[in-house]
């Protein structure tokens, strides 16, 4: 008789948890969740694991910092340089951290190095999303929880590069009090209120710790987990191709293969941060010396994330932008680089998701990212600002350019302040015109097929070339978008001539909404691409091609109609009658009349 086999420990603990909790239900659940499988998926996963190793790495820290202003005489046997001179408990503790504490500057520099790749994948993870539209109906929410995780990511980033008390991070918080101060009428009271007095005053250090090891982390937690959240209950995105539909995920399930993968995923990253830690040096800050407002050296630049806040400040002009009005002061030369356009920035990206649906007048739920070629005044903008970023970060740089490649330092300064505002406006233009430019071959690679190089000779003398026609993969891949059209409003008066209200506001929507899509490509329809095959002698050519021959087409008619939108789901009825109108029209052009 065979004996019954007795479950293991872990069985044991697994059916005790299910009887008392039911989770059970809930593992089952998620252990049958799909997710697709795409590269740019694991720029979030990278963001996730890099706040682990952070938050590991960052205990550890923990435990030997001293997060204290008052001032003590350096007593360490390295640096000997150092030896007797007078600084805070908060610089001295992570000089001894890092010299005396096992593994302590390993740790240091691994926690650093997280920190800078955390806040790189985010913003990665969010120019990702930006260009493929995953913010549209329904992850309006996950988008602002997203952008709110960034900017406590770089507050994170900011207070704990300002913890140690060195004279990089004591020049970062001197121009933050000034950047506090600029701000009107309650900027004085708010720099007391920060410092606790005067700058630097004697309780920055202790706040800045609350903040970092505390309060900003508790969020970010509580954020994730929202995140993460919203993301298993309102599915995945996907990338558009044959099969995937706004109505369904194709991808692998939860269990156990993208569980295996991100575990192997994290041991990867965490690997990759310690080799990080262990050889490259970072912030070591016992090369500066600990804060003293007196020296202010070249060659100093915040972590790359503060770049472009630096870079403004150095861009901005400074005479003639102090005005004083009823007695105050506004220093505009601050103001507007450090407060005004960052504030501008992050609140045209929060409005964004619905400002884009408000000009494109689709409220449907949306599964399938866009190609970013599909939509090319966003894809211009995001071009555009990633520009306008590259040049701040140049001109937080701009004593480093002029000492090393010996030039004038006024003329980088100029000729960068020349390209913030050119710069930007090229990109978006020539990003357009591209995205427009492969969106027409999108169209007649649909229509036409790709070029195969086989010249065929007719009866009659005619010479043509031979097209390789694409499989319904590529077709459904190039055919399946929509094409928004600009917005239509009702005219100006009534019928009886009676000015109609809201006329005003709506005309200003509108001609933002032909600025998004009055220049555009329509893809091509089932019609238009049995038009473009119905060749006569050309179509049985094309049908004896070993391409074609071994696609199943049959004729080269056939093959292209089982690929577009004939076969897939229509996503609106907006965009079917923007492909109506282009099938009225010049069948072989597809672009919008202006």
């Known amino acids: 008789m065979a004996t019954k086999q007795r479950p293991s420990a872990v069985g044991k603990a697994a059916d005790y948890l299910d009887q008392r909790t039911t989770i059970g239900v809930l593992v089952k659940e998620l252990a049958r969740k799909v997710f697709p499988d795409h590269w740019s998926f694991m720029l979030g996963e990278i963001a996730l694991f890099s706040f682990v190793v952070l938050i590991a790495s960052g205990f550890f820290l923990t435990m030997f910092f001293e997060p204290s202003m008052a001032l003590v005489h350096f007593e360490g046997d390295y640096p000997p340089s150092m030896q007797g001179q007078l600084m805070s408990a908060a610089f001295n503790s992570t000089v001894d951290m890092s010299f005396e504490v096992r593994g302590g500057l390993l740790m240091r520099q691994i926690h650093h190095w997280s920190a800078l790749i955390f806040i790189g994948s985010i913003v990665l993870h969010m120019f990702r999303i930006f260009f493929t539209g995953a913010f549209r109906k329904p992850r309006e929410i996950n988008w602002i ?54 700058f630097p005053g004697d309780h920055i250090i202790p706040r800045l710790f609350t903040l970092h090891i505390f309060v900003i982390p508790g969020i970010l937690i509580a954020l994730i987990a929202l995140h993460l959240f919203l993301m298993v209950l309102q599915k ?38 310690t080799l990080m830690g262990a050889t490259m040096a970072i912030n ?63 609140t045209l990206l929060f409005a964004w998701p619905f400002l884009e649906a408000r000009v494109t007048g689709d409220h449907r739920e949306h599964h399938v990212l866009d190609r970013p070629r599909n939509r090319p005044v966003r894809t211009g903008i995001g071009v555009a600002l990633f520009v306008a970023f590259l040049v701040c970060a140049l001109a937080a740089t701009n004593d480093i ?31 357009k015109r591209v995205c427009l430019g492969l969106q027409r071959k999108d169209r007649e690679l649909v229509l036409h097929g790709h070029e195969s190089g086989r010249i065929v000779r007719f009866a009659n003398g005619e010479y043509v070339e031979v097209h390789t026609p694409l499989d319904p993969q590529e077709v459904w891949l190039r055919t399946q978008h929509s094409s928004p059209k600009p917005l ?21 929507w509108q001609r933002l909404s032909e600025f998004f899509y009055e220049d555009r490509v329509e893809p091509a329809t089932p019609a238009e691409l049995a038009a473009a095959h119905s060749h006569g002698e050309h179509d049985e ?54």
């Open 541 to 594: 050519i094309e049908a004896r091609t070993p391409a074609a021959l071994g696609s199943g087409s049959g004729s080269g008619g056939g093959q292209g109609t089982s690929g577009p939108r004939a076969a897939g789901p229509r996503t609106s009825g907006e965009g079917a009658a923007g492909r109506g109108d282009t099938g009225r029209g010049d069948a072989g052009r597809g672009e919008a009349p202006r």
């Open 488 to 508: 239509e409003i009702k005219p100006a008066t009534d019928a009886r001539g009676v000015k109609r209200g809201g006329y005003r506001s709506d005309r200003r």
């Open 401 to 431: 350019i002029a000492t090393h490649f010996s030039l004038s330092i006024f003329a980088i300064t100029w000729t960068l302040r020349v390209l913030l505002f050119v710069g930007p406006v090229f990109a978006f233009f020539v990003t």
């Open 236 to 273: 995945h995105t996907q990338y558009p191709g044959g099969g995937r539909t706004d109505k369904n995920v194709v991808g692998y399930p939860a269990l156990p293969v993208y569980v295996a993968k991100m575990t192997g995923n994290f041991f990867i990253i965490a690997g990759v941060l």
């Open 284 to 346: 070591n800050i016992w090369n500066y010396g600990p804060y003293d407002p007196a020296p202010v050296s070249a060659g100093t630049q915040p972590d790359w994330y503060i770049l472009f806040v630096d870079g403004a400040l150095r861009l901005m002009p400074g005479p003639g932008w102090e005005w004083v009005i009823g007695g105050y002061t506004l220093s505009m030369n601050i103001l507007i680089p450090a407060v005004v356009v960052p504030g501008i920035l992050f």
């Open 145 to 198: 929880v997203g952008l709110t995780m960034l900017i406590l990511a770089l507050a994170a980033g900011f207070t704990g590069y300002s913890l140690p008390d060195d004279v990089l991070s004591g020049n970062g918080l001197r121009i933050i009090d000034g950047v506090v101060k600029s701000i009107p009428l309650i900027g004085a009271y708010l720099s007391f209120l920060v410092f606790g007095g005067e």
